[in-house]
């Protein structure tokens, strides 16, 4: 079927909702006299056609840059309109932001690039091989949204050049890389995809990781200003790992607000009652504690402040095996990340790290399990708990963006009533609102053996089993790209 023919397709489908059939200013009216499955199904075909017109439009700003380029001066397609550029003329059309309007022209060309790389005669063996080319095939069959095929670019970056590797072999691991982020972005956030797309390309390439850490330290600053009333204001920008240790301490004393687990002890549970119901607001309690613990600084003990957890942040590093190698500055080729996977590090600051710290080892096999206790203990150990962070990333209910600070985990075969056993790979991460919902509404997860956890709505209901993927960045590490030395510094 044609494009147009799609379309239409999709408005017929529109059809059979009657209540829809009104005047604009009752619409809101005629949706909520539908009942939940077709509001449920109305939606999905709306999220059908937006989809559609966004590839149009994508397409459509291709060609307006196209036909706009710097050669075409004042004859091009957005200047004989009186516009500058073309996402100003984007821009002023769609009435969208300037950086909204930045995104659509940018996955326009890359729609374009396919375009032009599919008409090249095959005598034009110079032709430049785009690494984005399976975006625009992607966004064009419906497999990626416009806004997957942004961060997943974004996230991604341009291939380096690298001495003593061939370009083309170099923009072959970055496709491999844009393949698997393909592949993951029906099962992922947006958010979570262009976290997923910056720890891939962090870990391939270790020696842009250093130099894009050394950018973020050289910018960091604090500034204070004081506005037309008299109020001070403060302005920080972080380097990374700053930010993380930041994050770190509010997430230590704010969790009862932002549903922590439930599992504590008696006096936990009263100072978490009393945090709860504390008149402040979350912003209100985060600057008196920030303000509390400059005031302190050293002299107080860490209880005093953040309660039965510490803040600070934990850096995990996937090692290859063999002896750590390092550049000629002497500094590890390797990155490490956050325990959540939204961050990265390069091989200096893991350095650094090691030195202050040391390291908890913690052994995973290629589906990132082991590490089992049998029915010895109750509870998943500390290192466990590494574990299943790194391994999912969060709460791995669909549509679920809880990190791994604020989940619980669970035992898929319940401790009592079928001998579970303490083990990773029978635990799966939920957060406590979904922890709770599981074992009250009858869902139950599975798993066979090795292979993907399976969520299973309750008996009766229609909902076909979902199958629940990690939300880690880090779930590159359990499946790298197959056939060549995907580090770029091998």
Not at 233 to 250: I, K, M, N, P, T
Request: net charge negative; proline share 6%; hydrophobic share 40%.
């Amino acid at each position: 079927m044609t494009f147009l023919g799609d379309l239409r397709e999709g408005v017929d489908r529109l059809t059979q909702f009657s209540e829809l059939d009104c005047e604009v200013g009752v619409l809101a009216t005629g949706a909520g006299a539908l009942s939940d499955d077709s509001v449920r199904a109305a939606f999905g075909v709306v999220a059908d056609l937006a989809r559609e017109v966004q590839k149009l439009e994508a397409v459509l700003a291709g060609v307006i840059a196209q036909r706009s380029r710097r050669d075409t001066g004042h004859a091009g397609l957005a200047q004989v309109g009186g516009f500058r550029t073309p996402v100003q003329m984007v821009q002023e059309i769609t009435g969208v932001s300037r950086a909204e309007a930045t995104r659509v022209v940018k996955v326009g060309q890359a729609l374009t690039d396919v375009a032009r790389s599919a008409d090249r005669p095959a005598s034009e063996s110079e032709w430049p091989v785009h690494w984005h080319e399976p975006l625009g095939a992607a966004l064009l069959v419906g497999t990626v949204t416009r806004a997957q095929v942004d961060v997943i670019r974004r996230g991604l970056g341009e291939p380096p050049a690298i001495d003593g590797r061939a370009e083309g072999d170099v923009v072959e691991v970055w496709r491999v890389a844009v393949v698997q982020r393909i592949d993951e972005a029906a099962t992922c956030t947006v958010e979570d995809l262009f976290a997923s797309a910056r720890a891939v390309r962090d870990a391939i390439d270790p020696i842009g990781a250093e130099a894009r850490w050394a950018d973020h330290y050289e910018a960091r600053s604090f500034r204070i200003r004081i506005d037309g009333d008299g109020r001070r204001h403060g302005h920080f920008v972080f380097d990374d790992l700053a930010a993380e240790f930041w994050q770190s301490v509010l997430d230590a004393a704010l969790r009862p607000r932002r549903g922590g687990p439930r599992f504590m002890t008696d006096e936990e549970r009263a100072t978490a009652r009393e945090l709860a119901d504390d008149p402040r607001t979350n912003e209100q309690l985060a600057y008196d504690l920030l303000t509390d613990l400059v005031r302190v600084g050293a002299v107080a003990e860490a209880k005093d402040v953040f309660g039965a957890r510490q803040a600070g942040v934990r850096l995990v590093s996937i090692r290859d095996e063999g002896e750590p190698r390092r550049d000629l500055f002497g500094r590890l080729l390797a990155v490490a990340h956050t325990d959540h996977g939204d961050a990265t590090f390069p091989g200096s600051v893991l350095d650094r790290t090691i030195c202050e710290t040391g390291i908890v080892p913690v052994t995973v096999d290629a589906s990132g399990n082991p590490l089992d206790v049998g029915r010895e203990h109750r509870l998943f150990t500390p290192a466990q708990r590494i574990a299943l962070a790194t391994r999912d990333g969060g709460c791995l209910w669909p549509g679920r963006d809880r990190p791994p600070v604020y989940c619980e985990a669970h035992h898929i075969d319940h401790w009592e009533a079928d001998e579970g056993r303490t083990d990773v790979d029978r635990g799966i991460l939920l957060c406590m609102y979904h922890h709770l919902h599981l074992h009250l509404t009858g869902w139950k997860i599975t798993r066979e053996g090795k292979g993907r956890f399976i969520l299973h709505p309750p008996s009766g209901e229609q909902t076909p089993p979902i199958e629940l993927r990690s939300k880690s960045p880090l779930r590159w590490a359990f499946d790298p790209p197959p056939g060549r030395p995907w580090r770029l510094a091998a």
